[in-house]
């Protein structure tokens, strides 16, 4: 991911469409792999590329990527859904947006793709009037999330995870 502006103007970010979703998926591996190791498991991306073609092909859907093109296929993106939960104070309407999967190949980072894609993906937050966006950043990205206006939160995160049934 990159973490400082580039020297030059990355390539312009563009909305992702359905058919962007194989390589969606590639690039999802990719950062999984950067932060985890080679290995892990891959069963999952039959079934996360049907989701991204169906959730993609929906123009007023609750998810979006945004990507930079390379020859061949993608060299970044960022995707994002919104979230509705209850409304409460500073969030009337209960939107919150969460950024995942920003992801750029290897050898084409530290170019600015990563800040474009997330930059257009904060834009379609914008747009559908979200007031809050939430991320988790690993240690490298967090200067480019900060510099984008992230800041990090004093709320713990915790999880379960429930048995499949």
């Known amino acids: 991911m990159d973490q400082a502006r580039p020297a030059q103007p990355a390539a312009p970010a563009r909305p992702a ?3 962007d ?3 969606l998926v590639r ?15 891959t069963a999952w991306q039959e079934r996360a590329v049907a989701e991204l073609r169906r959730r993609l092909g929906d123009p007023d859907g609750d998810l979006a990527a945004f990507v930079v093109d390379r020859p061949g296929g993608l060299a970044a993106c960022a995707v994002g859904t919104v979230d509705r939960r209850l409304g409460g104070p500073g969030n009337p309407e209960g939107l919150t947006g969460h ?8 050898g084409l980072r530290r170019r600015g793709h990563a800040r474009a894609c997330t930059a ?3 834009g379609w ?22 510099s984008l206006g992230f800041v990090r939160t004093p709320d ?10």
């Not at 690039?27 to 498991?41: F, H, K, N, W, Y």
């Open 17 to 19: 469409v359905p058919e």
């Open 21 to 23: 979703a194989e390589e």
């Open 27 to 41: 690039l999802r591996q990719v950062m999984i792999e950067s932060m985890a190791g080679p290995g892990t498991d």
């Open 99 to 106: 950024v995942f999967n920003v992801a750029t190949d290897l």
């Open 120 to 122: 257009a993906l904060l």
């Open 125 to 146: 937050f914008r747009e559908r009037g979200v007031p809050r966006v939430d991320l988790r950043a690993s240690a490298e990205a967090e200067p480019l999330y900060a």
């Open 156 to 165: 713990p995160s915790m999880r379960l995870t429930l048995g499949r049934p």
